[in-house]
Every structure is written in structure tokens, then in C-alpha cells.
């Protein structure tokens, strides 16, 4: 008896049947709905992604310090303060529908 070994080109073809080929238009109503739907999507992310930076800020202010006093350098608020920056330029360019779009995605 032969031992069988799996079929890699069926296992990819059938991974590719969801790849839009440029082939494949859709109408254009459904393109603006989609780039509509996408946009609101963002905005939705950008105000998650800054409530998550409004609770681990008030955490970090809360809680009791674990850095010596006397540290230089203390990360999270750095970290946060970046995120936060991130967050609301990715809010910024939703609003104005100026997000770019990832090609492929």
C-alpha cells in the first residue's frame, strides 16, 4: 500500500478562491457601499482603540508606582502618549475620509 501525500495545489486552489482577480468588477453601488461600510469601520476602530487608551491611562494613574522614584526614564507613559498620538491621527483621517486604503485588504 502506498502512502498518499496530500494534494498542495488543490489545497492552494482552494485558499485562492477567495483572492479577487481584476477581472471580477463589482457594481458601483456596491463599491460605495463597501468604501462607506470600510470607513465607518475605521472610525469605529479609532474611538475603541482611544477608549483603550483613556482606561490604561487612568490604571496607570491610579495605580501605585513600581519605578524607583529617583528612575529617569519611565516607558508607559511614553508608550501611551505614542498610541494615543497614533489614535488620533487615525481618527483624524477617517473623519476626512483621507484613510488610505491597503491594497489587498
Do not use: C, H
Amino acid at each position: 500500500m502506498q502512502a498518499r501525500t496530500p494534494q498542495t495545489e488543490t489545497v492552494l486552489s482552494w485558499f485562492g478562491q477567495w483572492r479577487v482577480t481584476p477581472e471580477v468588477q463589482l457594481p458601483a453601488r456596491v463599491e460605495r457601499a463597501l468604501a462607506d461600510l470600510r470607513r465607518k469601520s475605521e472610525i469605529l476602530i479609532g474611538w475603541v482603540q482611544a477608549a483603550l487608551v483613556a482606561v490604561l491611562g487612568t490604571v496607570y494613574l491610579v495605580a501605585p508606582g513600581t519605578s524607583p522614584s529617583d528612575a529617569v526614564f519611565r516607558p508607559v507613559p511614553w508608550a501611551l502618549g505614542i498610541y494615543a498620538a497614533f489614535t488620533l491621527l487615525r481618527l483624524i483621517l477617517a473623519a476626512n475620509r483621507r484613510w488610505p486604503a491597503l491594497p489587498g485588504w
